[in-house]
Antibody
Framework: QVQLQESGPGLVKPSETLSLTCTVSGGSVSSGSYYWSWIRQPPGKGLEWIGNIYNSGNTNYNASLKNRVTISVDTSKNQFSLKLRSVTAADTAVYYC???????????WGQGTLVTVSS | DIQMTQSPSSLSASVGDRVNMTCRASPGISNSLAWYQQQSGKAPKLLIYDAYILQRGVSARFIGGGSGPDFTLTISSLQPEDFAVYYCQQYYSPPPWTFGQGTKVEIK
């Protein structure tokens, strides 16, 4: 069973960069069979897929965020990371790191971390 | 992008009731649909994939049905722990992977 744990600052200032890391156990971020995603949920709202990484470096991004997002992987630490640039209050959300088997459903979720964008 | 529309947005029911909710995909997605349950303050939990296959460890009172474009999630006998928000999600034609807006099941 893959387990995931998000970490990073809970407060980010407007116009700065949001940075989160997901530590993976029970699976390898180097595996070609897993897709490693970030999904967010603004307070009281629904789920939005942000992007994913697979095969240790191939990425997909949501077009609505594409020019602000970078997802990367650190195989030595078995982690993957999210950077979201030029944040505004609209980026305030709970951010989840999630795994899926190939191009499918999201089987394993981290507990989520709330990131608030505020000065 | 494929749009996922859930209905109703909320419903009220009592323990023991049979509950139905719907998810419509546009355009069609074959059977590439998953259902998730999100209890208050928790991460979503996978219930069903491929439209009707129950995830390991999930109660058999959750029943997925339908085929593109209309899908259903039925809870055969509502239990107290089932009061939550339910989301559908398509994986037919990513990216992007897209979710419905959710159906909230509340206590009557």
């Amino acid at each position: 069973q893959v387990q995931l744990q998000e970490s990073g600052p809970g407060l980010v200032k407007p116009s700065e960069t949001l940075s989160l890391t997901c530590t993976v156990s029970g699976g390898s971020v180097s595996s070609g069979s897993y897709y490693w995603s970030w999904i967010r949920q603004p307070p009281g709202k629904g789920l939005e897929w942000i992007g994913n990484i697979y095969n240790s470096g191939n990425t997909n991004y949501n077009a609505s965020l594409k020019n602000r997002v970078t997802i990367s992987v650190d195989t030595s630490k078995n982690q993957f990371s999210l950077k979201l640039r030029s944040v505004t209050a609209a980026d305030t959300a709970v951010y989840y790191c999630v795994s899926s088997w190939l191009v499918r459903y999201f089987e394993n979720w981290g507990q989520g971390t709330l990131v608030t964008v505020s000065s | 992008d494929i749009q996922m529309t859930q209905s109703p947005s909320s419903l009220s029911a009592s323990v023991g009731d049979r509950v139905n909710m719907t998810c419509r995909a546009s355009p069609g997605i074959s059977n590439s649909l998953a259902w998730y349950q999100q209890q208050s303050g928790k991460a979503p939990k996978l219930l069903i994939y491929d439209a009707y296959i129950l995830q390991r460890g999930v109660s058999a009172r959750f029943i997925g049905g339908g085929s593109g474009p209309d899908f259903t999630l039925t809870i055969s006998s509502l239990q107290p722990e089932d009061f939550a928000v339910y989301y559908c999600q398509q994986y037919y034609s990513p990216p992007p992977w897209t979710f419905g807006q959710g159906t909230k099941v509340e206590i009557k």
